[in-house]
């Protein structure tokens, strides 16, 4: 009964190709986010979705299209992956302003 | 315009010796403050948080930090550490007016026996 699940953890393909990553929460929270890890690990938030409206997106190349189906998913599409576009991606969920509970991450992977 | 900073990047200790991790941060408005853990392989893990009130939080495995307004800092301390502690360290600051949470880039912590 994993609080914050994303599916697949390893990823790995093909420049070019399209990818998905899902991630579902069971805790009842009302926000989600979806943030980057690169190679240093940093971490940078990527989107943000309150009820399944869009709240936050940063600066991301519009290859990374968001998609929250009920408040409960939060899921990543990737469209024409790019080599830069290898790191570790984290879902995350929050109820109003309170701690951030993060998924195991998805490493991804671009040959 | 609000940011986290983690002067060290790593931190060796030895086994049992106390730690202190630094953070510091601006922000021209009220903030929450956070620790997360990150373990090899692993997401990230809330340590302890600053929301409101007495400016010394304790948090899980023995972790505690003091937030200090004027100097504007929410250093994490441990008395003694083991082996296990071993990992990423993350500040993290929430603005709430703008919804996110910004991370430090992180400290490792290395303990050898």
């Known amino acids: 009964d994993t609080a914050v699940s994303q599916t697949p953890k390893y990823l790995v393909t093909q420049m070019g190709n399209d990818k998905s990553i899902k991630c579902e929460q069971n805790l009842g929270h009302d926000t989600m986010y979806w943030y980057k890890q690169d190679s240093k690990k940093f971490l940078k938030i990527m989107f943000s979705y309150n009820n399944k409206e869009l709240i936050i997106n940063e600066t991301v190349p519009n290859r990374f299209s968001p998609k929250s189906p009920d408040k409960a998913h939060l899921n990543l599409h990737i469209n024409s992956l790019e080599l830069g576009d290898s790191a570790v991606y984290f879902c995350?969920?929050?109820?109003?302003?309170?701690?951030?509970?993060f998924g195991s991450g998805t490493q991804l992977s671009v040959l | 315009a609000q940011s986290v900073t983690q002067l060290d990047s790593q931190v060796p200790v030895f086994e049992e010796a106390p730690v202190e991790l630094r953070c510091n941060y601006s922000s021209s408005v009220s903030v929450y403050l956070f620790w997360y853990v990150q373990y090899p392989n692993q997401g990230l893990q809330l340590l302890l948080k600053y929301l409101s009130g007495s400016t010394l939080v304790k948090g899980i495995n023995g972790f505690e930090a003091e937030f200090n307004k004027s100097q504007t800092s929410f250093h994490l301390r441990k008395p003694s550490v083991h082996i296990s502690d071993t990992a990423e360290y993350f500040c993290a600051l929430l603005n709430t007016g703008f919804q996110k949470l910004v991370f430090g880039t992180g400290t490792r912590l290395l303990v050898s026996p």
């Open positions: 995350a969920s929050s109820q109003g302003y309170r701690e951030l509970f």
